[in-house]
């Protein structure tokens, strides 16, 4: 029973790193290297966690030193960031940053007045959808777009 209590007590140091730091390297370098920008976002959205995290634990340091089950915690709240089943950093992201933190995004000066002010009252993911499309069917289709949908909308 020593051998597993002493398993048991130092779980965080044994695991932590791993998966905390190690898995967490390793998903970033891949999420970098892939097409897709939803994996850029749990991992981005990770580290700045893990940030906060850190800089909790330096500044709170001698309230947590008397808390036993705090690295416990620390551990179990990044497995729930970190791990593929749960992509907690992501769902975070998804429904607290996302929703009251508004970061302007940048648009592309290439683009005219009139599609730059469209462009900048769209979320992130639209306004990537909407770049793309105008790279593929050109600014004319977009700006005939936005006029059928003010037509439509001065209809109702």
Not at 16 to 27: E, S
Not at 40 to 51: A, F, I, R
Not at 58 to 87: A, G, T
């Amino acid at each position: 029973m020593g051998v597993l209590g002493a398993l048991a007590r130092h779980l965080d140091t044994l695991v932590g790193p791993g998966m905390m730091l190690l898995f967490p390297l390793y998903a970033s370098m891949r999420a970098i290297e892939s097409p897709s920008t939803l994996d850029d976002q749990q991992w981005l959205t990770y580290w700045v966690l893990y940030s906060l995290i850190t800089l909790f634990e330096l500044s709170c340091w001698r309230v947590l030193q008397w808390l036993p089950f705090w690295p416990y915690m620390k551990l179990v709240f990044c497995m729930w960031l970190v791990l593929p089943m749960f992509n907690g950093a992501a769902y975070i992201y998804e429904n607290f940053v996302r929703k009251y933190v508004k970061i302007g995004g940048y648009v592309s000066s290439s683009h005219p007045e009139g599609q730059r002010k469209v462009l900048q009252m769209m979320s992130l993911d639209a306004r990537k959808s909407v770049e793309r499309y105008i790279e593929k069917y050109g600014p004319e289709a977009f700006d005939r777009v936005v006029k059928a949908a003010e037509k439509e909308a001065k209809k109702h």
